[in-house]
């Protein structure tokens, strides 16, 4: 063997070895947010259930302020305004409850939302709605995206938008993504989540004035690839820029589940 | 109307029951699924509104042994977090609706008489499908019924009336 085949040897032994580092990382990633996504479910199914119990006791303190309220001027009220000079004005009461409600019902949502991004991480290849996962996504990262001043906006594709691949893999690389566009943006700039459904698959294109740091969350090392370009690609997707017309386009493309699954 | 209460929560589930009650639908309350099998044995209610997540059985158990057991039992499934999945498999196994929680007592008391209307109907169908004879329509009728899509989207409708 000459030194040149050697030295290719030595090339692609080593390219082997840094796609399968690559390969071990990725997995590791995504076990590490099943772990987390499955402890975070958890969590928020017990914070919904003290949410419901905090919403009843408001309701039944509104029930009980009513039941008063109506007896007061029924034949029990008699009982009620015996020794009671000065009425007592429930409505301040009824304001609060209305409060604590209203609450409860932000609380919820906002809940409910993150509860259904960690369940989905914690599934294998499906087939799932790309829109809903999209506005899960875009649901997590809305408090980032107020805190720095961005405008955050997303549009939703028409028609069926099933895809069939690995959710984690999925959530990951379109979480990275737009992290990775949103480093790039400074307080009032806008960034558009977009989706659509064209040529067999499902695009992700993410929208802004200036250009993304990378494609989704870099590679630890400096030569390496950028992760959410690792992650597409084993998902059978493609990622790629594009500039023009003073926007800059970062588009993930997945694969549409066969029709009929 | 016999109404059943299944939930683990019992702060919850207790101000649920009172709320209820209120609504001039009495309740009895037990906390976990196995109690709720034990009390069909023993009385079978019109209705019961059960919670998915509880220690030992979960309530999808329940709602799949009560399918075969029970069938003309409605359930309504009240559940802090369910996922799509449990939505679907609640629907095949004919759940008259299923709720998030929190949600609004009014609408949980509009769900429950719903479901006690719809198995009455489905009562008196069977009833006098067997008056005239035809035992083998009685039978399907009193056992086969598919509550949860024709009830859902009656609720659905009234619902888009109220907004």
């Known amino acids: 063997m000459g030194e040149t085949q050697a030295g290719q040897a030595t090339e692609q032994t080593s390219m082997v070895q840094r796609t399968g580092d690559v390969e071990v990382d990725l997995g590791l990633r995504i076990a590490q947010l099943q772990v987390l996504s499955r402890a975070l479910t958890n969590v928020a199914h017990d914070i919904q259930n003290h949410l419901a119990a905090i919403n009843e006791s408001a309701g039944w303190m509104g029930d009980l302020l009513n039941l008063k309220n109506k007896h007061r001027f029924g034949w029990i009220g008699r009982f009620f305004k015996r020794g009671q000079r000065d009425r007592l004005d429930t409505t301040p009461f009824f304001g609060e409850i209305d409060t604590i409600q209203k609450q409860v019902v932000h609380g919820s949502t906002s809940n409910r939302r993150l509860g259904d991004f960690a369940h989905r991480l914690e599934e294998t290849q499906s087939v799932f709605s790309g829109n809903k996962a999209l506005e899960e996504i875009r649901d997590v990262l809305l408090r980032e995206a107020a805190e720095k001043g961005i405008h955050m906006e997303i549009k939703l594709a028409n028609g069926t938008t099933m895809i069939e691949t690995d959710p984690p893999g999925f959530q990951l690389a379109v979480f990275c993504g737009v992290e990775q566009v949103m480093e790039g943006l400074e307080s009032g700039d806008r960034l558009v989540l977009e989706a659509e459904v064209r040529e067999g698959r499902f695009h992700v294109r993410l929208t802004s004035a200036r250009p993304a740091e990378s494609l989704g969350l870099p590679s630890r090392e400096p030569e390496g690839r950028d992760f959410s370009r690792t992650i597409v690609e084993e998902l059978g997707g493609q990622i790629w820029k594009q500039s023009g017309d003073g926007n800059h386009i970062t588009t993930l493309a997945f694969p549409l589940a066969a029709a009929g699954t | ?163």
Not at chain 2, 65 to 84: A, F, M
Not at chain 2, 87 to 96: C, D, G, I, T, V
């Open chain 2, 1 to 163: 109307m016999k109404v059943l209460l299944v939930d683990d929560e019992i702060d919850f589930v207790t101000t649920l029951s009172n709320r209820l009650g209120l609504r001039g639908i009495e309740t009895d309350v037990v906390h976990d699924g196995q109690e709720a099998l034990d009390y069909v044995q023993e009385q079978e209610p019109d209705v019961i509104v059960l919670d998915l997540k509880m220690p030992g059985m979960y309530g999808m158990e329940v709602l799949r042994r009560l399918s075969k057991t029970n069938p003309k039992i409605q359930v309504v499934i009240l559940t802090g977090h369910g996922t799509d999945r449990d939505e679907e498999e609640a629907q095949r196994l004919k759940a008259f609706d299923y709720l998030s929680k929190p949600t609004d007592i009014d609408k949980l008391a509009d769900r429950i008489r719903g479901a006690y209307k719809f198995k009455l109907e489905q009562t008196m169908a069977a009833a006098a499908f067997a008056q005239a004879g035809e035992f083998d329509t009685a039978r399907e009728m009193a056992k086969d019924a598919e509550p949860l899509k024709t009830a859902g989207e009656i609720f659905k409708d009234e619902d888009k009336d109220e907004t």
